[in-house]
């Protein structure tokens, strides 16, 4: 969630396209081909060769730690997630909701793959340099090495619909749900893709999951209550 979705597409054009797509359905499989890399761009300054990650051989005993280390790391991790995201929830104002959000973002934050953490570095010049295609290749190659890579799969995401392929994109966010059900950063993606292709019902489905997590989500405020009064109308 450190490259909030809903942050990072704001600069994209709305475009309408057929057919809204379901919120509720399982996260599905990627279905693009991952694309060539670009052949110009910034004097070639991100036409780089994806590093393959190092294998080491490691002694049986060092092995054992290995495991034991992260069996133990995995649990405190969770109890740490559950006592932030609970705390999220009852934050008394946007100020100490966006505090706990960013150690959120810590807690999320994978550890362990010098090479995913090149690949992603990489990923975002590349889409800061607006070198989507070769984005998508190295978010490619993270997920590939880690598939349980949260903010590959959410930047990924945010690639596609700079890209106008909503259909890609909301694959990716569900993606992120389905391994974190509480990112409130893809709930709010998932809601920005289906208000613009036009399927309101499912964009405020996906903004109250959002705010049912992160109350104090501005954004996605607004258009939850814009939302709801068009769809269903002023309470009585």
């Known amino acids: 969630m450190r490259a909030l979705f809903a942050v990072l597409i704001l600069a994209a054009a709305p475009v309408a396209i057929p057919a809204p797509f379901a919120l509720a359905q399982s996260a599905p499989s990627q279905t693009h081909s991952p694309p060539a890399a670009s052949s110009g761009g910034a004097d070639g300054i991100l036409q780089v060769e994806i590093p393959k990650p190092e294998a080491k051989a490691r002694a049986p005993e060092e092995q054992g730690k290995g495991l034991e280390s992260a069996a133990t790391a995995e649990p405190d991790r969770v109890k740490r997630l559950d006592a932030l995201f609970a705390a999220l929830k009852v934050a008394p104002d946007k100020d100490s909701a966006k505090s706990i959000a ?27 340099m607006k070198d989507f ?23 990924r995401a945010a690639v596609f619909y700079l890209r106008q392929d909503f259909s890609d994109s909301l694959a990716d966010l569900r993606q992120v749900v389905a391994r974190e059900p509480r990112h409130y950063g893809a709930w709010a993606g998932i809601a920005i893709i289906c208000k613009e292709i036009g399927d309101e019902k499912h964009a405020l489905e996906a903004a109250r999951k959002a705010l049912a997590i992160y109350p104090h989500l501005d954004s996605v405020e607004d258009m939850e209550e814009k939302l709801t009064l068009k769809i269903e109308g002023r309470p009585i």
């Open 133 to 155: 295609d070769l984005a998508i290749q190295l978010l490619d190659a993270v997920v590939d090495i880690e598939p349980d890579h949260l903010e590959a799969w959410n930047k």
């Open 102 to 128: 960013d150690r959120i973002d810590v807690a999320l934050a994978p550890t362990g793959s010098a090479t995913a953490d090149i690949l992603m570095a990489r990923a975002t010049l590349a889409t800061e």
